[in-house]
């Protein structure tokens, strides 16, 4: 499954090209990025409720610590800096 995983994100990084480019022309970086980081939360949200049940060995392992280092992580790490990405292109 990992495997798979693998090839959709880089199927979806290839076509980022096609995508943004003619979308910066008439929306704004940050509206971009919104949505795209939306979509990725309902796909891998949809994965995580549909597999939750095999899970249950990680969600052993979650504490505050961990999931606030993940929120971190990912709002900074990747919201912003695909935002200044994005704005790179002006």
Same mark, same amino acid.
């Given at each position: 499954?990992?495997?798979?995983?693998?090839?959709?994100?880089?199927?979806?990084?290839?076509?980022?090209? $096609? %995508?943004?480019?003619?979308? /910066?022309?008439?929306?704004?970086?940050?509206?971009?990025?919104?949505?795209?980081? @939306?979509? *990725? &939360?309902?796909?891998?949200?949809?994965?995580? $409720? %549909?597999?939750?049940?095999? /899970?249950?060995?990680?969600?052993?392992?979650?504490?505050?610590?961990?999931?606030? @280092?993940? *929120? &971190?992580?990912?709002?900074?790490?990747?919201?912003?800096?695909?935002?200044?990405?994005?704005?790179?292109?002006?």
């Amino acid at each position: 499954m990992g495997f798979l995983f693998i090839v959709l994100g880089t199927l979806m990084w290839s076509l980022d090209t $096609l %995508i943004r480019y003619p979308l /910066l022309a008439s929306v704004q970086a940050s509206t971009l990025v919104f949505v795209e980081h @939306a979509v *990725l &939360i309902t796909i891998f949200g949809a994965i995580i $409720l %549909i597999k939750r049940n095999s /899970l249950s060995e990680f969600r052993k392992k979650l504490n505050a610590n961990s999931i606030s @280092a993940f *929120l &971190i992580i990912g709002v900074i790490g990747s919201a912003v800096s695909t935002l200044a990405f994005t704005k790179a292109f002006y």
